[in-house]
């Protein structure tokens, strides 16, 4: 009988980065109040960029941008901007914030494309006090990543709107787990479902039955 072979997998690196979205489902807050803190100036937002030109300057990849400037993506009232112009960005190591001069009108940049580095945030967490909890008793790992998922779900509600039916909603969030999953299991839809009932009557402005 041939020996069964053992595969091992190095353990992944911790997350790196945090959207905004995914810190207000962390904190329990709006968007707005995340991206209110890292323009007065207690958080650093980081982005993402192609090669622009800064004068004479070529700058690439992660960067710091002014939240401030593109606090219309994050308003507490009304609709939100669905994208902004990053005019000015701040280089790794470097304490002058550089204009964007190629792209002449700045270059375009989504909500989604915001992020928050993991170190900095923690440290802000702990300053606060924020993930405190009371002590309960040790048991086993939830068994599907519903928090992941609710983190992410907030982010597309919030991004692409919400679908025009429970069922596509459900369906949507069933993908997420099919592609997300670390285990490969996959809650079926009737969990689903129940999980979402109470929250698709909230964003169709209905009472829970």
Request: glycine share 6%; with cysteine.
């Amino acid at each position: 009988m041939p020996h069964a072979k053992w595969s091992f997998r190095m353990p992944l690196p911790p997350i790196a980065f945090y959207s905004i979205y995914e810190i207000a489902v962390r904190w329990g807050c709006h968007p707005a109040d995340v991206a209110g803190w890292a323009a007065a100036g207690h958080l650093q937002v980081l982005a993402g960029i192609p090669p622009v030109r800064c004068g004479d300057e070529t700058v690439a990849g992660l960067v710091e941008v002014p939240m401030a400037e593109l606090m219309p993506m994050f308003r507490r009232y009304g609709p939100c901007e669905d994208q902004a112009r990053l005019r000015r960005i701040l280089p790794p190591g470097s304490s002058i914030w550089l204009q964007i001069t190629d792209p002449s009108e700045g270059l375009p940049i989504r909500s989604s494309d915001l992020l928050l580095a993991a170190g900095s945030l923690q440290q802000f967490e702990e300053e606060r006090d924020l993930l405190r909890r009371p002590a309960v008793s040790t048991g086993a790992s939830p068994r599907y990543e519903w928090d992941a998922m609710y983190a992410w779900l907030t982010w597309f509600l919030y991004e692409k709107g919400i679908p025009d039916t429970k069922t596509a909603l459900v369906v949507l969030v069933q993908d997420w787990f099919v592609q997300n999953s670390k285990s490969g299991e996959v809650p079926d839809e009737s969990t689903i479902r129940k999980r979402l009932t109470s929250l698709w009557h909230r964003l169709r402005g209905e009472e829970p039955a």
